[in-house]
């Protein structure tokens, strides 16, 4: 056994010469790959067969994208991506070079005509282009920065054989369909379609375990640590380990179970718990009017609560109310008789009988006014009738609540809309909506705190502006003749509210009397009275906040205790260690990012403090020198140029002379190489941390 000290996983490891270059391997080393297995490590036969003789350092091998005819000093192993010219940039075969000629690569050309149909072979172009199309950022990149090589260079040296893998010999993922002969293709860089990757990062499953001893988390560090891409992973660990197997934020976005939002100095609580607005009318009067609205924390609040009613045998259409659903008040059937209440119980419905020798799937509100006339049949408010049937027709929707009429102040059924209005001959009631019972409930139940204590009137349908979600989850809950079973509890999924930049706000303002409902033990217990609304309002056990905080932007110190005391705070620290374990650090052969990166973040340090550092993501994706320039110049220099503003002194003891004039101007150095030296450009990079090497 020989234990291997600073050996990157993605550029030494993978790119050892003796291996057989097994794809499924090379993706494997960074991803944990569900459903893969274990995969051997195969070598050729003339692998050093000793541990202690193996040497990754020295016995790497390059991977080029190239024009048949470019000038490149190939050497033994070396891999080749054939390109066929730069006006197509089509792949026309993988090479690996041996004992001076290129022959056919197996290894990887295997991988390439599996994943490739015939009509799939994309040429680099056309994979930018449906990158673009699919809002690929990553892939985009790559490509792009592919396709400037070849146009300058006629080879392009790659930095990752993982990322190779993704964005290029995998071409364009096709959806199940496509292979049934539609040729819908769904974005998706995943190299296979039955392939689901896991982040194994142990430090994430713990940040997701905090959730469990404090709902409320904030995620704080300088910029560019990934904090905004630790909250998906968090909520992707929360979702897989606490809730159901193969659960993800993907999957919880799909739902509408995530909702984002980014604090800043004018946001409001109008804007996150509720406020009146303005709106415009409907009949292009062009005048104003004005509506309470609920703000998007609210909202999400009612759509997490809803989930504390779900059973079993219910949560399908208990998935189906959300906080835009409104609350009818529907009379079903004659005062005296209770025959069609319980035919329609039975089957499922409500149901109304005006115009009953029509179907009025097609029509509107003028229509059935039309239709209802004057007859004497409908009395003498016509105009009131035909609400009430528009409203059956046209207004309810899927998701809608009912509560069916016993007295003026109470109800004897509630039920949720599940379909939209049908015409069914079957029944002496032919104008139907498809309905979910509660019927395990205690009836009747008194609404007449709810409805702002107003009665009930005699109106078919009509809605009840007054009630809101909230009111009817607490009516089930309250009158429920069923405990929730441990069964019952599995069904209830979690709700995440992402703030990014929470300490830009005016978290007293944002917050209100919301400061005190979010704390663990307040959830679903302690109620606050809105000021706009009138109603009660608490914060429920299964919405879980998570916030990030930019420690450059605002000291952690100035945060409000009110907030402090209310959330688990976790530091997200830059780490060089992520480009070795995701991406390759060595650019070129000549510039390690993991050096210079420590490097500029050690004299930060000395010269401000550890909140103003630079987080890692700056340096990751970065698959060229020419992708190092841009970064460097557009992104670190301005960022360190706004930290030290009129301090050119303290700018150049952090990244060197060259870099600035004496008036403190960006001077922007050299790519070009003389003969085989370095650039202009890479040595002042290099000096940087060569400074720091060699003490």
Not at 234 to 263: L, M, P
Not at 500 to 511: L, P, V, Y
């Amino acid at each position: 056994m020989k234990k291997y000290e600073d050996v990157s996983v993605t550029n030494d490891f993978t790119r050892y010469k003796y291996f057989i270059h097994d794809l499924n391997l090379v993706n494997k080393v960074t991803k944990s790959v569900k459903g893969l297995g274990f995969i051997p490590i195969k070598t050729t036969d003339d692998c050093p067969p000793n541990p202690e003789d193996i040497d990754f350092k020295s016995s790497g091998v390059n991977i080029y994208i190239a024009l048949e005819e470019a000038s490149v000093n190939y050497k033994e192993g070396d891999i080749r991506v054939t390109i066929d010219n730069l006006e197509q940039m089509k792949i026309t075969s993988i090479d690996r070079f041996e004992k001076g000629q290129f022959k056919v690569y197996e290894a990887f050309n295997k991988l390439y005509e599996e994943r490739n149909a015939d009509d799939g072979k994309y040429t680099i172009r056309e994979l930018s282009d449906y990158a673009l199309e699919d809002q690929a950022s990553q892939k985009r990149k790559f490509l792009i920065t592919l396709i400037e090589e070849l146009e300058s260079n006629g080879y392009y040296k790659v930095s990752s054989a993982i990322r190779l893998y993704d964005n290029l010999l995998v071409g364009r993922k096709r959806s199940a369909s496509a292979k049934t002969g539609n040729s819908d293709i769904k974005p998706n860089n995943a190299p296979h379609d039955e392939e689901v990757f896991e982040d194994d990062n142990e430090q994430y499953q713990m940040f997701a375990g905090l959730l469990n001893f404090n709902p409320n988390l904030i995620l704080y560090g300088p910029p560019g640590t990934g904090k905004t891409y630790a909250t998906r992973k968090i909520i992707d660990h929360f979702e897989n380990k606490y809730f159901k197997t193969g659960g993800s934020y993907k999957v919880a976005e799909v739902e509408n179970r995530v909702k984002t939002i980014t604090f800043h100095q004018s946001y409001s609580y109008e804007e996150f718990i509720e406020g009146i607005r303005p709106v415009l009318n409907d009949d292009d009067s062009g005048k104003v009017g004005y509506k309470l609205e609920n703000g998007l924390f609210k909202e999400l609040c009612i759509n997490a609560e809803k989930e504390l009613i779900k059973r079993q045998n219910n949560a399908e259409y208990v998935d189906m109310i959300h906080s835009e659903s409104n609350i009818w008040k529907v009379s079903l059937g004659e005062r005296k008789s209770d025959d069609v209440f319980n035919e329609c119980i039975k089957s499922g419905d409500i149901a109304i009988n005006w115009l009953d020798q029509l179907d009025l799937s097609n029509m509107t509100y003028d229509d059935i006014l039309a239709e209802l006339g004057d007859e004497s049949d409908f009395g003498n408010k016509p105009t009131q009738n035909a609400n009430s049937v528009n409203s059956f027709v046209n207004d309810m929707t899927v998701g809608d609540i009912v509560l069916v009429y016993d007295s003026q102040q109470t109800i004897r059924m509630i039920g949720v809309i599940k379909a939209d209005y049908r015409y069914d001959t079957k029944y002496s009631y032919k104008h139907r909506r498809s309905v979910e019972w509660f019927t395990e409930l205690s009836y009747p139940i008194n609404i007449h705190k709810y409805n702002g204590f107003k009665n009930l009137t005699l109106k078919t349908i009509y809605e009840l502006s007054r009630i809101s979600i909230s009111d009817v989850i607490e009516m089930v809950t309250q009158n429920s003749l069923v405990k929730q079973s441990h069964e019952d509890k599995r069904e209830i999924k979690p709700y995440y509210m992402i703030i990014d930049e929470i300490n830009r706000g005016n978290i007293a303002k944002i917050f209100g009397e919301l400061i005190t409902l979010v704390e663990q033990d307040k959830r679903g217990k302690l109620k606050s009275l809105l000021p706009y609304s009138k109603k009660e309002f608490s914060v429920p056990s299964n919405l879980f906040i998570i916030g990030t905080m930019n420690t450059a932007d605002r000291s952690i110190a100035a945060i409000d205790t009110a907030l402090r005391r209310r959330f688990t705070f976790v530091e997200i620290e830059p780490n060089s260690g992520v480009l070795t374990q995701y991406d390759n650090p060595i650019i070129n052969d000549t510039v390690d990012l993991t050096k210079l990166l420590d490097a500029i973040n050690e004299k930060v340090m000395d010269k401000y403090d550890r909140d103003h550092r630079i987080g890692h993501a700056y340096f990751m994706g970065i698959e060229s020198l020419s992708n190092l320039y841009q970064t460097w110049y557009y992104k670190i220099l301005p960022l360190l140029g706004e930290y030290f503003y009129n301090d050119t002194e303290t700018l150049k003891s952090i990244v060197g002379k060259s870099f600035y004039d004496q008036y403190g101007n960006v001077k922007y150095l050299s790519l070009h190489k003389k003969d085989d030296e370095l650039s202009e450009f890479e040595e002042k990079i290099i000096d940087i941390y060569r400074v720091k090497d060699n003490g």
